[in-house]
């Protein structure tokens, strides 16, 4: 809080925080699936201001108040949410399109073809330029703190600076940045590299994501790169170019008092699928999104049982898949594929009564994912590719017996904060049901040692050292700006 007092403080993503729909009984309230949410949803209570987002999920644009401003957490009122409405078409070209079919596996390596369409483009600006007035609007100030997030929003930024010159803008990309080659098929790196240095910090997960994006520059604008401070100036600008690891927030003692005991969540879930009390649970919450490697996490459960004979009707993989962007032809075929192998698998070790693997397709809420953590033996993160991946922390943070086993992939952002995990190539099929198998028998001992420390380390980089590092490196830019002002 110290960092902002006295500071304007506006957030813009595309993804809104809440979602408010019309029940039988007045509105209902609901969180979206989105690690960029549960992480920047906490800071934004704490700092308060304004958040401006696409009312995506809100379909009834008269549940919320006039000028499409609402003020949450409902009930706690600490902050504004600000709501743009896009057209079909908007949404279509900025989000499916260009963000979705363009960006999203241009930034991921898993191996689906990016798609740009020019008229995709055309809305991508379109509704970039949107964002950017709606914040111009909203500043009380000329220098407003603004925290632009992810790829939605690469224009953002220079559009943004050009009409607030002494704004502090801070730019996350909360997904990967791939390699200067892989990025080049992108028929406007060009623009979309300039809108993005129009930020004074840009936030990357990693090191080695902010090295591809230097690298990037340097291959495709005439920019001075300071590689010694991880700046770059461009147009007389500089931008800071950092890692910024993104976590949750570590649930309060208050929160923990809510939750069930383990042994009620245990049963609750075991009783819930027909199963008893001795029955081997792992579970896997994700998106329903090719990049989270659902696929090969399906076939190294089928491994297993394989392998290990002993693991049938004792042994089953639970997968929380919540709905996204099924609009898209790649999504709905890839959902499709799930089901049809989980049916194979079913169909070759089930029996009456027993299913290896359980596929829920649907929105679960938070308190749903935190019971089925708590009951697992095992969490399964096999993400193809992943900027942090947020489901490993919430499994660990929900583990206070300091019980169970995390099964992560080297290739998601949290494999080099998490060593203590059972680190994979989810590409390995063998390495993973050997993974499997090794979770199943870990001593309690070996898991509760890896556990303690897993926690010891989320729970002090939690998101408020992202975002209080990230405000911090704001702040003293702003300071020598003033400083600089004054001579
Ligand atoms: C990723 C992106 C977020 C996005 C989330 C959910 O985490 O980085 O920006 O909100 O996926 O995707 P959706 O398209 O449903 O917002």
Known sequence: RTTLRGDQVIVVSNREPYIHEKGPDGVIVKRPASGLVTAVEPVMRACSGTWIAHG????????????????????????????????????????????????????HVAHVRPVFREADWN??????????????????VEDPVVLVQDYHFALLPAMIRKKLPRATILTFWHIPWPNPESFGICPWRREILEGMLGSTILGFHTRFHCKNFIE?????????????????????????????PISIEWPSDREVATWAPVDVCRRNVRERFGYGPDHYIAVGVDRFDYTKGILERL???????????????????????????????EYRSFQDRIQQVTERINKRFGSEGYLPVHLLAEHHEHAALIELYRAAEICVVTSLHDGMNLVCKEFVAARDDE?????????????REMPEALIVNPYHVEECADALEQGLAMPAAEQRERMASLRASVR????????????????RSRLRDRIQARL
Request: hydrophobic share 40%; glycine share 6%; with cysteine.
């Open 123 to 140: 809305r991508y600006r379109e509704v970039n330029q949107r964002f950017a007035d709606a914040v111009v609007a909203e500043a009380v």
């Open 403 to 415: 019980l169970g086993v995390l099964i992560l992939s080297r290739f998601a952002g949290a494999a």
């Open 299 to 329: 076939h190294a459960v089928e491994r297993l049982l394989e392998k290990h004979p002993k693991w049938v009707g004792r042994f089953s993989f639970i997968q929380v898949a919540a709905p996204s962007r099924s609009s898209l032809e």
């Open 460 to 475: 002090e980089f939690n998101v408020y050292r992202w975002a209080g590092r990230m405000l911090a490196d704001g702040g």
């Open 216 to 244: 990037t520059v340097d291959r495709y604008l005439e920019a001075r790169i300071e590689h010694e401070h991880s700046t770059i100036s461009f147009h007389d600008d500089d931008t800071l170019v950092e890692s910024y």
């Open 56 to 107: 995506s999920g809100s379909a009834d644009h008269d549940v919320v108040d006039s000028n499409d401003r609402v003020m949450v957490p409902p009930g706690h009122d600490e902050y504004v949410l600000r709501r743009l409405w896009l057209t079909p078409e908007e949404e279509q070209g900025f989000y499916y399109g260009f963000s979705n079919e363009g960006l999203w596996p241009l930034c």
